[in-house]
């Protein structure tokens, strides 16, 4: 009489057996992957590697420079924060009734960038830093010839909104971070936009 039952195995949902799948489906995958390393062609193989090479340049990036210290990241996380709570992009003043309305009851009827990123104002572009390091709070006017500007308006808002309406989503579930821990997350997710 021949034993047949040597043969089958446990399903994989038996308690027991799931290390062995798992370990078994790792195992697979592996392979897989060394046999298409394996059989590429070099121009293949170069591109993988200027891929990992991209990735890990973008995230080691991510975390090196200082908080909000890239390029306008400062004014894009405003932009971001106006399209992620208010449900529309922010506007460029206009200047000549943003003066009216501030001559009239000293109101700031621009779009501006939060007062919780007045510590990273140096890292602005010059419009917003006029006072920084020497007032605690912001400047959002100042006087030049006499004549008032607004300062701290969110001057990327001349950029198409594609790109802060796919990132809202990740806005709006980093919400719970504080402003560098959002950020550092922001940050990784827009490295496929680099690609």
């Known amino acids: 009489m021949i034993d047949q039952r040597s043969s089958i195995t446990a399903p994989a949902d038996v308690v027991g057996n799931r290390g062995a799948v798992a370990s078994s489906a790792f195992g697979s995958f592996r392979s897989r992957v060394w046999a298409a390393v394996r059989t590429a062609t070099v121009e293949h193989k170069f591109l993988a590697l200027l891929l990992v090479l991209f990735l890990a ?3 080691a990036i991510s975390f090196i420079h200082a908080p909000y210290s890239g390029h306008d990241e400062v004014a894009h996380y405003a932009y971001l924060q106006t399209v992620a709570e208010q449900h529309r992009v922010p506007v460029l003043p206009e200047l ?3 003066r009216a309305a501030y001559l009239d009851d000293k109101s700031y009827i621009h779009d501006r960038m939060p007062p919780e990123f007045w510590q990273y104002c140096r890292f602005t572009t010059r419009d ?12 959002y006017a100042m006087t030049l010839g006499g004549l008032y500007f607004p300062t701290g308006w969110i001057y990327t808002a001349n950029h198409p909104p594609l790109y802060y ?3 809202t989503p990740l806005f709006w579930l980093t919400d719970n971070l504080s402003i560098d821990g959002q950020l550092y997350a ?9 690609l």
């Open 57 to 59: 340049k973008g995230v």
């Open 96 to 98: 000549e009734s943003w």
């Open 128 to 139: 917003w830093s006029p006072g920084c390091g020497e007032y605690t709070d912001p400047v």
């Open 165 to 167: 309406l796919v990132m």
């Open 186 to 194: 922001l940050r990784l997710a827009a490295i496929p936009f680099g």
